[in-house]
């Protein structure tokens, strides 16, 4: 096996050259690079740089010492992993079933070197305080803590948790108890101040709490006694831990106790029916566990001047939205009736159907859905409305149909029989932004639930690389990251692709969507709003406008770096040509990405699309304005935008465009993409010269076959970029009275 020494034989240079290349400590000239890393391919020599960064001390390991890694301490575990990977660091987790095993494994852990303790213990006492005192390294509690202690403390806010809930409940004239674990520790006694801040002499006396052993076992017995000794049962019980939830449910069940209703305090969980008489109040737990590691970290970087904090995780009107989601107004005489649904054919009808067995049930009505492709659907919807038929209740339409749809009157106007007060918020900001166009007391037709955004997708092997990272750097005098211009993903194309660099691993940069019009329009529209380029000028249209010019260029060159059989590529194709393996990136929609890909298995990121701006497409359903049922249509509409459908919509492959559903952490792990929606970089615009821009079809469609074949033919080399707009200009010398709105 070839050692670093073998490397600078061959290559001609001292063992300190390579070994500064390899560690990217000097510049060299390229001549020189290049001797060293093709004596490196040459003897199939691989440095490890697992070694060189324990040498560095980048790659250390911390510890983590918990009582359990059921209910919401494993998600906590989970974020906590998830920044010890991003920071190259191991985890050695610790589970303890006593104080005395874990002063133990304290020492334990300081014998091994670690630079770090995370602690979600609930045995703390004052004993195992003091060792967490002399421990030397940064400590950080979660979750659980111990109250007036000077180490960090991420926590969840169980007081207003507890305090809003035990007012809620008592506003609908229930008795209240509690049940929590020990009171010295901090998490708990918020619990009980809560619980006895909020408690209404006039609906009950005297509180009903109880401390108890958080070991599940154990509690059983201290709560069944508890229970039997009390005169009356409370009518509720909150619990401060889910787990604990178990236990009081399976006291109840034994002595028979079916009327109690119990709370607990859980962690992320999408997962809403269980046992009847439970209800799960959510806390971010993975989001907990990531704030705490992070704490850690940057502890960790200044032992010695870093201040202490304590971090609290909002709980974001949980006990509100936990109590209206159990709501669902019914006006009388509505069972036995039927809506009728036309929807896409897709996996969204299909989604719809199955779930509205909920609403059927909760509703007794029935529900009827009619599917059916694209182009027959924008048919009947349109003949529907110039027959102001009522064969439909319920109507699906694409995001850019609406300004169409509007001037045929095909839906009715929700604001006064939809709760768009509380649907609105809960929309994630560009979906929100793009439905209120800024207004918001303007009045809406129908509400999105599906929606696709542009984003990048890369190669993680690749970015990440070491060697092709000082590559790049040698090359271009930059690092090598995801672009976020339309001039730097052509840069990094080329970099990847093999007829440009020999040494790339992957034979093309990128892959376009070359299918006319759409895909191409949706390459050239984000590069056209980029460079501020328009359609529209003063005098009508405006075609050949150097802004417009630098995007048709730019697009030229990026097919340059594509793989070149794309003429017919829509999204689908394009990502199927992706997860093959062979091209570095590609700008493409979401919902394509998440059907195509194993983004575990392929090493595949995201990141936000280049440029300033990114398209948004999607789907919405509304009500028929010619509707015989249009307060039970309003119903299903306001059940079909709750979190809980959002959630299980989202789970069968529908991402709804919520907060619950882009804040959900266990959503996360199998939509990543969805970290990058609300970072605020690019905006999300959808097309605004498009098809449905013109009073007639026809020549709406046409504007855009005839712009997406001139940048085709540019794309090819048949025409200039000049040339490719001013036949666009040419072929429509009155659009600016054909359309409808100025651009």
Known sequence: MSNIKDVAKLAGVSVSTVSNIINNKTSVSEELYQKVIKAMEELDYHPNFLAINLRRKKIGFIGIIASSLAGHYHQIFEGINQIAKENRCQPILKIVSSAGEEIREIESLRQLSVSGIVVMSSYLNEETIRYYDDVGVPVVFVDHYPINTAH???RFDNYQIVTNLTAELMKLGKTVGLITGSWFLGSEDECKNGYLDALDPAVQALPVMFETDFNKERAFSEIINYFCALPTLPDCVIVSAAHLSETVLEVCSVLNMKTVNIYALSGDNWAKHRADSVSYLRRDAIRCGIQAAELLFQNMEKPKFFETKQICIEPHGIVQKM???????IPKDVRGKTLKLLLLESNIS????????????????????????QTELIRVILENARNRSSDYDIIMADM?????????????RLNDLVPLDKILPRYVRDVRSYILSGNES????????????QMLAYRSDLFDDAYLKKKFYLKYGVQLTPPQTWNDFNLTAKFFTRQFNKESPVEYGTCLSGSRPDGIMAEFLPRQWSYNGKFLGSN????????????VKNLCESYRYSYPDCMNFLEDEQVQEFAKGNIAMISSYNVHLQDRLDVTDQNIRFARNPGTSALIGGWMLGINAYSKQIEESAIFLSWEMSDKISVYSSLLGQVSPFKSVFYDNELLTIYPWMRIINEPAVALRGKEFSASSFPNDNVGRQFEQTLSDNLWRAILGEITPEEALENTQTCFPNAFQMLTHND
Request: aromatic share 8%.
């Open 152 to 154: 960090n403390i991420v």
């Open 323 to 329: 109590l209206e989601e159990k709501i669902l107004t």
């Open 350 to 373: 299909k989604t719809v159907e199955t779930l509205s067995r909920d609403f059927t049930a909760q509703t007794g009505i029935e529900v009827s859905v009619t599917a059916a492709s």
């Open 400 to 412: 850019h149909w609406l300004q169409k749809l509007k001037q045929e009157n095909v839906f009715c």
């Open 442 to 453: 303007e009045d809406l037709y129908a509400l999105p639930i599906l929606t696709g955004y």
């Open 540 to 551: 009508g249209l405006d075609m050949v406008s150097a802004a417009n010019l630098r995007a």
